[in-house]
């Protein structure tokens, strides 16, 4: 991808599982869920918010670990969302950034919609075929491990480019 397709960027939307996680999950005998996510992606999310990038995680899961991890780093989050483009589109417009500038980062076939009218799609090396066939730019790094600050280097280095 070229730096300066990075430097229009000023809104991303996430999806939460194989993005923020490596797309697996625990359950114990009681039935609680737990997630790993990546230090260095809550780090990414810092270098995002500094550069003045919106964000916001929409999840098709209904899990408290989306809304604990949402709240940890400061992100608003919409969960249970089986139509994610409206929610998307939704809140582009309520934060005023044109979808041209905004990028969706997924990693399955329920991201794709968003992939597809988003300005810049993105998805992490290990995502599903369909999301990296969609992808304009598709992470060395897999979700929960690094992809997340991946992208949040390169608008930054764009960035730093541009000045």
């Given amino acids: 991808m070229k730096t300066a397709e990075w430097s229009h960027v ?3 939307a996430f999806d939460f599982d194989g993005v923020f996680t490596d797309d697996r999950v625990w359950v114990s005998e009681t039935g609680e869920e737990t997630v790993v996510c990546s230090r260095s992606d809550g780090m990414g999310i810092g270098l995002l918010r500094d550069a003045g990038v919106h964000m916001i995680i929409i999840s098709k899961e209904r899990n408290p670990v989306v809304s604990a991890r949402a709240k940890k780093l400061s992100l608003e989050v919409i969960q249970g969302c089986d139509e994610k483009l ?3 589109v939704a809140w582009l417009t309520r934060i ?3 979808i ?6 997924g990693n399955d076939i329920n991201d ?3 992939m597809r009218h988003t300005g810049l799609a993105i ?4 995502a599903h075929p369909s ?3 969609c992808a304009r730019y ?4 897999p979700g929960g491990n690094g992809a997340i600050r991946e992208v949040a280097d390169a608008i930054h280095q764009s960035r730093e480019a541009k000045q």
């Fill in 10 to 12: 000023q809104a991303i």
């Fill in 112 to 114: 794709l919609e968003c």
């Fill in 86 to 88: 409206p929610e998307f």
């Fill in 131 to 133: 999301a990296i066939a």
């Fill in 123 to 126: 998805a992490p090396g290990d």
């Fill in 100 to 105: 041209g500038h905004s990028a969706f980062m």
């Fill in 96 to 98: 005023g950034v044109e």
């Fill in 138 to 141: 598709v992470t060395v790094r």
